[in-house]
Each structure stands twice: as structure tokens, then as C-alpha cells.
T-cell receptor, first 112, second 115 residues
């Protein structure tokens, strides 16, 4: 399995602060994706970054990808209480038949 | 956008019975669907890859005779948990990948409780 590691495992911040989550993976990838999951719910796709991209933005989200270090980060700016959720990175690789393999996840709590 | 419908959202069954979970792509064709299991406060673990018209590919450690997968059409895959035990209680999520593109769309998940 190429499941990656994420850190921190849990993050607690105040509303308005920025939240940064990191993800590392083990093999070459085609793309890396970030997902959000509210407790006991399905997954919401946040953003996809391709292996030839270094940075991508979507609203308050900023994702970076460093393929030389096999790592990615997700930055949520100006966090809101509604951002409280678990965040997962997931990688897809031709080597693994484009199966989407998930990292361990970061539990984010935004306090109002 | 692409939508995947997963049914049922919650199911409680008795030990020893079988439970079927359906995963449908509503507005796109998916030659490949994926089944994941998620235990509380843990990540999603890939169980198997479901290929339309062929046998599913199971991840190491997943019993194919216990978790039967059928992908009979381009829009439907089913996961049947056979002879369920309490340790099978978990959150099961399917994902469908469109024939074209990079996208993976997830169902809303099924909470299985075996009593």
C-alpha cells in the first residue's frame, strides 16, 4: 500500500487563523487530491493537483506539491467553525492502477 | 456534476446474515468503482477495485469470499458482506471513476452495524 502519512494528526485553532496540513507519500504519482469529511459522512472533493503542478488555489484553499520530497500541503486561510472536519490527502498512481489511496488524515477543529 | 448514489445509508443486521450495499453512478459511466472501509477515527482503507464485466481485484488481507463484489453494468456496483460478524461493523464508502477524466466521485457511505 502506498498510503501516505499526514501531520498533524489533529489540529485545533481559533476562527480566523490559518490551518496547514501536510501529507507525504511513498511512490511516484499522477495526481494528489485533498478531501474533507464531516463526522460520519461521505467525502467531499476539495482540490486536485497534478504531478506537474506545484501550487493550486481554490477560494480559501491553497495546495502545494513537491514531488522531489513526495509531499503536499493544504492551507486553509481565515478558518471558520464550519471548516471543522477531517481532511485527507489521496494519491493516484499509474503504478497502482490509478487506485486512490488515502493518507491517515488530519482532524481539524476550529473554535469560534 | 458527477453524482454517486450509495444505498442504504445505514443498516443494522444480525450476525450471520448478509448485507448488500449498492453504488450507482447517476449521470456518468464508470468502468471502475472502488470500495473502501473506514473504522472510527481512522482513514479510508481500500478494500477492492470493481471492474465492469470482470472480477474484482481485492487488496491484500481482504477476503474475497466474505466481501462479494459485483459490477454488472457501467453504472452499478454492489458489495455484499456475507455472514456478517460484529467486527464487520464499519463505514463502507464507494467511489466511481468516470470513463474519461481524472475525477473520483464518492458515495455518501453506508454505516453497517452487526449485532
Amino acid at each position: 500500500s502506498q498510503q501516505g502519512e499526514e501531520d498533524p494528526q489533529a489540529l485545533s485553532i481559533q476562527e480566523g487563523e490559518n490551518a496547514t496540513m501536510n501529507c507525504s507519500y511513498k511512490t511516484s504519482i499522477n495526481n494528489l487530491q485533498w478531501y474533507r469529511q464531516n463526522s460520519g459522512r461521505g467525502l467531499v472533493h476539495l482540490i486536485l493537483i497534478r504531478s506537474n503542478e506545484r501550487e493550486k488555489h481554490s477560494g480559501r484553499l491553497r495546495v502545494t506539491l513537491d514531488t522531489s520530497k513526495k509531499s503536499s500541503s493544504l492551507l486553509i486561510t481565515a478558518s471558520r467553525a464550519a471548516d471543522t472536519a477531517s481532511y485527507f490527502c489521496a494519491t493516484a498512481s499509474m503504478e497502482y492502477g490509478n487506485k486512490l489511496v488515502f493518507g491517515a488524515g488530519t482532524i481539524l477543529r476550529v473554535k469560534s | 456534476g458527477a453524482v454517486v448514489s450509495q444505498h442504504p445509508s445505514r443498516v443494522i443486521c444480525k450476525s450471520g446474515t448478509s448485507v448488500k450495499i449498492e453504488c450507482r453512478s447517476l449521470d456518468f459511466q464508470a468502468t471502475t468503482m472502488f470500495w473502501y472501509r473506514q473504522f472510527p477515527k481512522q482513514s479510508l482503507m481500500l478494500m477492492a477495485t470493481s471492474n465492469e464485466g470482470s472480477k474484482a481485484t481485492y487488496e491484500q488481507g481482504v477476503e474475497k469470499d466474505k466481501f462479494l463484489i459485483n459490477h454488472a453494468s457501467l453504472t452499478l456496483s454492489t458489495l455484499t458482506v456475507t455472514s456478517a460478524h460484529p467486527e464487520d461493523s464499519s463505514f463502507y464508502i464507494c467511489s466511481a471513476r468516470a470513463v474519461t477524466g481524472y475525477g473520483y466521485t464518492f458515495g455518501s457511505g453506508t454505516r453497517l452495524t452487526v449485532v
